[in-house]
């Protein structure tokens, strides 16, 4: 017996669910310019994340990009924990949406 509504939903989910593997791999190579917060629909944080990249850069040249570069070395650090959890909650929250 199959259920065409079941089908769709499954596709649906297939469509928008989040992969932990490839957000661990957006954090890993290109986490300092914030890449795995817009893959996670994490916009604003992930544009701060890509301004301050930029701006450390910028202002590397008298020395103030030191201390951009180690906040974002300390974010970077700290999202490499709370990606499983974004990944989970997204999937979910999904899962719950399509029903």
Do not use: C
């Not at 017996?1 to 669910?17: L, Q, S, T, V």
């Not at 974010?75 to 924990?81: T, V």
């Amino acid at each position: 017996m199959n259920d065409p509504d079941a089908a769709r939903k499954m596709i649906a989910y297939d469509a928008g669910k989040k992969n932990l593997i490839l957000a661990y791999i957006l954090w890993f190579f290109l986490g300092s310019f914030g890449v795995h917060r817009f893959y996670m629909n994490r916009t604003f944080s992930g544009i701060m994340m890509a301004l301050l990249h930029v701006i450390s850069w910028i202002t590397l040249v008298i020395a103030i990009g030191f201390a951009g570069f180690a906040l974002l070395g300390i974010w970077w650090l700290i999202d490499a924990i709370l990606i499983m959890g974004w990944v989970e909650r997204h999937n979910m929250q999904l899962a719950n949406h399509i029903g």
